[in-house]
Every structure is written in C-alpha cells, then in structure tokens.
C-alpha cells in the first residue's frame, strides 16, 4: 500500500460528496430518457418500435439493405446509449455510496483515537498526545504505547486505502466505458464490484501471457514494480487471483517464482527490496485464490500438492522443490483450511517417509526468501507453519492430526515439537522456531499471532465449546513439552510464542496452581475459578511449575506473562471483592504466581551475569523499572475496572474471570517497556539497583498492587491490612520458592 498514492486523511475528510450526488441524479435521470427512446414506454416513438417497422417493412432496391441496416444499427446505438447511461448510474452511485461510508468511517476513528489520546493529523501522521514518563506521574492513565500508534495508523491506513481503492475503480471503469468516442458499446460494468471483477480478469490475462511465453524471465525493475502494483491492486481480487494463477497452471506458478527470486538483477539493493515485496502480495494473492471452489482452482490446488516432492524445471542444476517454492509463498495472507490441511499432511508424509524426518536435506542453493538473513535453507516447514499462524482453524487441525503407520504414528505436534524417536530433525541455523511459535499461538489461542486486536473465541455452540476444549488441550501439551528445558534450549526463538500461549490460558495456569498438596477440591477450587463457566484445565502443577520456570527466564517473556498475570490476578479480586475473605485469598494466589515468575527471572539475570557485575547490575536495575512501571498499570479494582498498556510485545487477549467487567470475558495486554526504558535511559549510577533484593521489592511491589487498591477502596482496618500484608508477603515468598533452584546468589 505504502507504494501507491492514496487519499490523505485532508482530502477525504473535506470530500464534498455534494457534486457526486448531483451527478447521480443527473445520470439516473439522462438514463431514464435513454431508456425511454431506446426500448420505448408512455405510447413514445422508440428506437426499438422503429427497428422492428425497418424489418417487417416491404424494402426493395437500396433500401432493402442500406437503409434497413442503417435503421437497424441506429437502433442499437440507443440501446447501447441507454445500457452505458445505466452503467454510468450504477458506478456513481456504488461510488457516492461507498465514498460516505469511508468518509464516516474515517471520522469514527479519529473521534474514537482521540479519546485514547491519539491524534490524527491530516497527513495521516499519527501523534501521541497521551501523558509521557513513567506511570507514577500520571497513575490511572496508561501511556500510549507505540502498538497502539501502530495500531491507529494501520486503522487509518486501512481507511485510505480502501476509499481509494473505490475512486480508483470507477475511474478505471468509467475510461473503460468512454474509451470510444465514436460509437457506445453497451457492455460496460453496472457497478463497483462487477467493474472490479472485470479489471482484475483483464489484468490477469495480460499478466498471464508475460508469464506463459516466458517474457517474465527477463523482466527489468520497471516490469516488476508493474507486476507487483497489480498485485497490489488485485491480490483480494477471486476474478484475478483464480484467473491468473489456474491460467498459468500450478507448475508454471512455482517457475514464477522460483526465477524471479533468483534473478536478484543489477548488483545494487533496490532489487531484493523490490523482489521482498512482490514475495509478500503474492502469497496474499495466493492465498486469496485458495478459496476457489471452481472445478479449475481445486484442480490448480491438487496440482500445487502432487508438485511438492518434485524438482522445480527452470532450476539448474534442479534441486530446489515444489514445496519449498511454495512454502515460501505462504507467509502472508490466510490460506484456506481444507488446503492447509491437504498441504501440510502431504509435506509431513513426504518428510518422514522419504527424508527420514531430517530437515537437512531441504537445502538447496536457490533464494526463495526476501529479506534473505541466510537462515532458513529452503525449509519448507517454517513457510508452511507461518501460514497455519494466520489461520487457527487449520493450526489447530493441523497439529492434532497424525501421521505414520503402526508404532510410528504420532500427531504433529510430536512430530515438530521433540518426539525423540520419530520427531522432527530440525536444520542447524535455522529461525524456523519462530513459525512454529506462531503455529502454536494460533492453534491455542484461536486467532492469527499477529492479530492486532485480538479476541478469544465464543463459547456458545456445541462446536465452539468442542473447540475450546481442543485449544486447552493443545496447551497443556504444550505446557507439558516446554517443562523439558532441554527442549527450549534446542528451540532458541520459541520463548515469545510460549508466553503468549501462558498469557491466553493464564486462567487454567492459575487454576493449576491452586492446588498445593491436593487440596483444591476441598476448598472448591472448581466454582473459586469457574472451571466450569471458563472450561478450564489442570495442567498439573509440576509441569506449570517448570514451564513457567522456563519460559520467564526470558525477558520479554517474563513481561508478557508478569502484565497477563496482573490482569487475570485483578479480574479474579474484583470478581470476588464482595466477599473479603475470599478477595484477599484471590489476591494471595496472584501474589504467589508473581512471585513464581519474578524468581525465575532474577534467577536467569544472577546465573547469565554471574561473572560480569556491572551487566548484572544493568539487568537488574531494567528489571526493577519494568516491575515498577508495572505497579502502576492496572488500577480501579474495587470497581470492576481493568486498564493496562496495549500490547508492545505482541497482543494477547488474557482471559479473566466472567462479569469482572462488565459482560467482558477478555482484555488486550502486552506492554511497552521498552519504550519508556529507551527514553529515561537506566545508567549504572549511585541510584541503581545493586542487589536481588532490591529488585524483588519491586516486584513485591508490583504484585500486590490490586491487593493494595482493593484494600483501599474496601477500607481495611489497620489490624486487616497488617494480617493480609503478612499473607501477601507469604505468597509471594512462596512462589518465589517453587522456582528457586538455589542458583540465584551465586
């Protein structure tokens, strides 16, 4: 989009749609007149009444051929006259129509970002005019975090694009209809949408002869920026995606793209920027026509499949794969799922029964991938587990299938998670970890992992419990799986991914460890979390307890799951703040699990830092400032409301516990920490931090801060403050125990 002129935000919203209007009733008056001489009506004269006089007339000499065609063809010119009127109508109206309701959308936004302290300049430019520094400046108030700026700017985007998109195609359509001046021709489009499918099929013939006769392989930069701005154009377009890619055929598809990326064209760094772009709008425009269900495009995906084990012709010497061309297009844009899952088994089969599940010999010499990092060598499985991140339906199919026959089967997930025996033998040097944490995240979470505004899935119908059922049952799995740190050390890159999926089921995390020695059936540890109202899962507390160990000792993971932990820990105090005691045991489980995951942070600081005091020093110090900043980010529990920093790591939708807010049932967190750790710039100075125990007072701080809001606003005495103080301190010590492995303070 950023290639292409758009509207500005100036130019749409002081668009005078008054002139469009007038001409629309200007039109739909011209063609009523049209018609009206044209096929006749009111007891008229009409050109239709004269054509039909002209061939029962009785002609002889001349007449009999010249006039009567002469008739005949006049005839038909106000037909066609009348036929473009109505077209013409038909584009101005969709146009005004459409134009109003972009122009509203757009005011929408702006009123609602304002209210966020977000400003929209005119020329799109998004500005911050939220409160700066840290939050103990401005408490109650959460910062605007460049996710959310982010976020509005890809809203306005969105906005601008789309109402340009509309002017671009009555443009186009109506030059189409004009392009004779001497003559009508009647076959116009009669509106924006039956004027867009034409475009997109004419655009696609005409870039399909390019391909077919082979002129692509010698396209210069020009020639590729015209390819890539009709991508651009029509990659949501079904008439020119089925068109183009089932014209050229599945073969001719994967050729495409295998010579254009090799031919990385004049030695200067325009070409694989240019090439990184036409990478990403095809596989949109891919996976665009993969929801085609004409005979031709289930047949073109068929085709796509059988190509996958076989070498690609145009390859010399042929070494690269139909899969690994095709995986590589599918890293943008959602592909449909019955695809996904026929992909993806046909992949994994071929692997273990032809590779023997080694990743190794994937590697080809040919670049397939924009920007190259020279990671990745052609491995068709990080493509194709991109692709299941944007889809959760397939992501969750997908992982749970099995493949193998007899004591080798297993499902997916074992296959790419770590089955000793018969899982996946991942290539050396590869980032393909990350896809398969997008994988996950997806399959667990029930949304895209890049979702910007992420939101957990219904439970309402049979299926949708079914399916929540499935998601919780995958992320025990996984949670079983990463309590291995053996694995995670194999999977560098994973532990994001890992968090995020914490994050999303911090519900049944907490309901796990509220278990200590079996007793949770005894104090009604079910109806205290609404395992049944939520659809919870025990995880088993051993297995959480070393995940999270795990997974914390990363920073931007200890983030993600330290905010999650916060909203969910908040939404269970206030759900229960009718009760006091049972508020202040809720605030006590929370403390516990913050202290669980603190420690396994310091901990991870204390033993990478142990040799280098000053590093140490630095670490701690910017884990303190994140804990206090995080003190201050949730606020308003006794009533009911929840706030937090949008999402800077990721956005995750945590659950929280059911008419804590309202009919809420989810929240968005992440944070923006580094942001504020940027601007105030941490130094080693007589002011920082220098021990572990000052950076747990911070998180002491940080976790008993909805405890300390509910105590307020509940008006504790001083004797019920001293005695929950106590507790929270207990807690918190106590979590801090489960992950303690004594390494700390060496």
Request: net charge negative.
């Given at each position: ?135 103990k400046e401005h408490l109650g108030t959460a910062k605007v975090s460049q996710e959310s700026l982010e976020a509005a700017k890809a809203r306005i ?124 709008n095809l596989s949109m425009s891919l996976a665009n026509a993969s929801y085609g269900d004409s005979p031709a495009v289930e047949q073109w995906k ?197 968090a995020r999926v914490a994050a999303g089921h911090m519900d049944s995390i907490n309901y796990t460890m509220a278990d200590w020695g079996s007793m ?227």
């Amino acid at each position: 989009m950023a290639d292409i002129a758009t509207l500005t935000v100036e130019e749409l919203r002081h668009l005078r749609l008054g002139t469009l209007n007038e001409a629309v009733t200007n039109w739909r008056v011209m063609a009523d007149k049209l018609n009206k001489l044209a096929t006749g009506g009111s007891g008229d004269v009409s050109a239709r009444d004269l054509e039909s006089k002209a061939k029962a007339a009785d002609w002889e000499g001349v007449n009999a051929t010249v006039s009567r065609e002469f008739v005949t063809k006049t005839a038909k010119q106000f037909e066609d006259a009348a036929a473009e009127a109505k077209d013409v109508l038909g584009i101005l109206s969709d146009l005004a129509s459409q134009m109003a309701k972009h122009k509203e959308s757009l005011e929408t936004a702006i009123s609602e970002l304002r209210g966020q302290h977000i400003l929209v300049l005119g020329d799109g430019t998004i500005v911050n005019s939220g409160p700066k520094g840290p939050p103990k400046e401005h408490l109650g108030t959460a910062k605007v975090s460049q996710e959310s700026l982010e976020a509005a700017k890809a809203r306005i985007t969105r906005i601008l694009w789309e109402a340009t998109e509309a002017d671009r195609i009555a443009r186009d359509a109506l030059r189409a209809i004009m392009k004779d001046q001497h003559d009508f021709s009647g076959a116009g489009a009669g509106s924006l949408k039956e004027a867009d499918m034409r475009q997109g099929r004419e655009q696609a013939e005409k870039w399909k002869k390019d391909i077919l006769s082979g002129d692509y392989k010698r396209w210069n930069d020009a020639e590729l920026e015209a390819f890539n701005r009709s991508l651009v154009l029509h990659r949501d377009n079904p008439a020119f995606t089925e068109t183009f890619f089932t014209g050229i055929g599945a073969d001719q598809t994967l050729q495409m793209w295998l010579e254009i990326a090799s031919n990385d064209g004049p030695a200067d760094e325009d070409r694989p920027k240019l090439l990184a772009k036409i990478q990403d709008n095809l596989s949109m425009s891919l996976a665009n026509a993969s929801y085609g269900d004409s005979p031709a495009v289930e047949q073109w995906k068929k085709d796509l499949i059988t190509a996958g084990p076989r070498y690609v012709s145009g390859d010399p010497p042929a070494v690269t794969t139909g899969f690994q061309v095709m995986s590589s297009l599918m890293q943008k844009g959602r592909f449909e799922s019955a695809f996904l899952h026929d992909y993806g088994t046909a992949l994994v089969t071929h692997e273990r029964e032809k590779l023997r599940g080694s990743g190794e010999p994937w590697s080809s010499g040919a670049t397939l991938n924009y920007p190259d990092n020279g990671k990745n060598p052609n491995d068709p499985m990080a493509g194709f587990l991109e692709a299941l991140g944007h889809n959760p339906e397939a992501s969750l199919d997908f992982l749970n299938q099995e493949t193998g026959e007899g004591d080798k089967r297993i499902s997916n997930f074992e296959y790419l998670v770590g089955n000793e025996e018969h899982g996946r033998k991942w290539p050396e040097d590869t980032d393909g970890f990350d896809n398969l944490g997008h994988a996950l995240e997806s399959a667990t979470l029930g949304y895209a992992y890049d979702s910007k505004e992420p939101v957990i899935p219904p439970v309402e119908t049979l299926d949708q419990i079914t399916t929540r059922s499935e998601r919780t049952a995958l992320a025990m799995d996984v949670v079983g799986a990463y309590a291995d740190p053996e694995l995670l050390e194999k999977q560098q890159g994973i532990e994001g991914s890992l968090a995020r999926v914490a994050a999303g089921h911090m519900d049944s995390i907490n309901y796990t460890m509220a278990d200590w020695g079996s007793m949770g059936d005894a104090g009604n540890r079910d109806g205290f979390y609404g395992k049944n109202e939520a659809y919870l899962r025990d995880f088993g507390e051993g297995d959480t307890i070393a995940f999270l160990r795990n997974v914390a000792a990363d920073e931007g993971a200890h983030q993600t799951l330290s905010q999650a932990q916060q909203i969910y820990g908040t939404s269970l105090i206030a759900a229960h703040s009718d009760n006091q005691e049972d508020a202040l045991h809720a605030g006590g489980q929370s403390v516990r699990m913050h202290g669980l995951i603190d420690e396994a942070r310091l901990e991870a600081i204390a033993s990478e830092f142990s040799d280098e005091e000053t590093k140490r020093n630095k670490e701690l110090e910017k884990q303190a400032a994140w804990v206090e900043f995080g003190a201050g980010a949730l606020v308003g529990v006794g009533t009911g409301l929840v706030t937090a920093p949008t999402a800077g790591v990721g956005a995750v939708a945590v659950p929280i516990v059911a008419d804590t807010v309202g009919s809420a049932v989810e929240t968005v967190v992440g944070n923006h920490m580094m942001d504020w750790l940027e601007e105030n710039e941490y130094k080693n100075d007589a002011a920082s931090i220098k021990s572990l125990d000052e950076a747990r007072v911070a998180g002491s701080n940080n976790a008993t801060a909805p405890v300390r809001e509910y105590m307020e606003q509940h008006g504790l005495t001083e004797r019920e403050t001293r005695a929950a103080t106590k507790e929270m301190e207990r807690a918190y010590n106590d979590g801090r125990a489960l992950t303690d492995t004594d390494n700390a303070e060496k």
